[in-house]
């Protein structure tokens, strides 16, 4: 069984789209998280959510943004695409609390043309 | 803000060979984590080591160990008896305590083990 899911596994759209990236575990995790990175293999975090609280990367646009319909998923929506989102997205869950690692998703490839 | 520096952006090795990835962090927080995350070509994110600030003791999971010095904020990767499927990026990552729980990583590096 796959702990952390996404789909779709590659996206390819244009300038100007509205598309959304889904995410769910199996884990019971509190916790999920969404990562980009880019071209350079360089990660950074996005956002953080559980049932009671986001914290957002203050770097990340507002075009960008999460939905939660419950626990063991974390959507993220981005709206009027720009060539600069092309990069891989990862999707992440943890237990709030303690030491433990954080579980990735395959990510997500979204090319913007 | 916590920021993580890997100062080698690629490394070789042969096979069976022993190697260290280099990883320095910066942090006002006392009490933290910090993790090795191997990505194959695959692009998957796979968990290699962790290791919790307030532990003296250096963490070990097979071939892999740490050399965490706390004073130094210096938190090194070892693959001994490297294997060819060690090829991949690695990146050093930092958790802190704050809201979030969020990772921050280092730049990664590029490590090819040759046969």
């Known amino acids: 069984d796959t702990a952390v899911s996404q789909t779709p596994k590659y996206l390819v759209t244009q300038m100007g789209n509205d598309k959304s990236i889904k995410c769910e575990q199996n884990?019971?995790?509190?916790?999920m998280y969404w990562y980009k990175q880019d071209s350079k293999k360089f990660l950074k975090i996005m956002f953080s959510?559980?049932?009671?609280?986001?914290?957002i990367n203050e770097t990340v646009p507002n075009r960008f943004s999460p939905k939660s319909p419950d626990k063991a998923h974390l959507n993220l929506h981005i709206n009027s695409l720009e060539l600069g989102d092309s990069a891989v997205y990862f999707c992440?869950?943890?237990?709030?609390?303690?030491?433990?690692?954080?579980?990735f998703g395959p990510g997500t490839r979204l090319t913007v043309t | 803000a916590q920021t993580v520096t890997q100062s080698q952006p690629e490394m070789s090795v042969q096979e069976a060979e022993t190697v260290t990835l280099s990883c320095t962090y910066d942090?006002?927080?006392?009490?933290?984590?910090l993790f090795w995350y191997k990505q194959p070509p695959s692009r998957q994110m796979i968990l290699v080591i962790r290791?919790?600030?307030?532990?003296?003791q250096n963490a070990t999971e097979n071939r892999f160990s740490v050399n965490f010095q706390k004073a130094a904020k210096s938190f090194s990767l070892k693959i001994s008896d490297s294997q060819l499927g060690d090829t991949a990026m690695y990146f050093c990552?930092?958790?802190?305590?704050?809201?979030?729980?969020?990772?921050?990583f280092g730049g990664g590096t590029r490590l090819m083990v040759k046969p």
């Open positions: 992440a869950s943890s237990p709030r609390q303690g030491v433990y690692e954080q579980y």
């Open positions: 884990l019971g995790h509190d916790t």
């Open positions: 959510y559980n049932n009671k609280e986001l914290i």
């Open positions: 942090t006002s927080e006392s009490n933290y984590y």
């Open positions: 290791q919790e600030a307030y532990k003296q």
């Open positions: 990552a930092f958790r802190g305590l704050s809201a979030g729980n969020m990772l921050t």
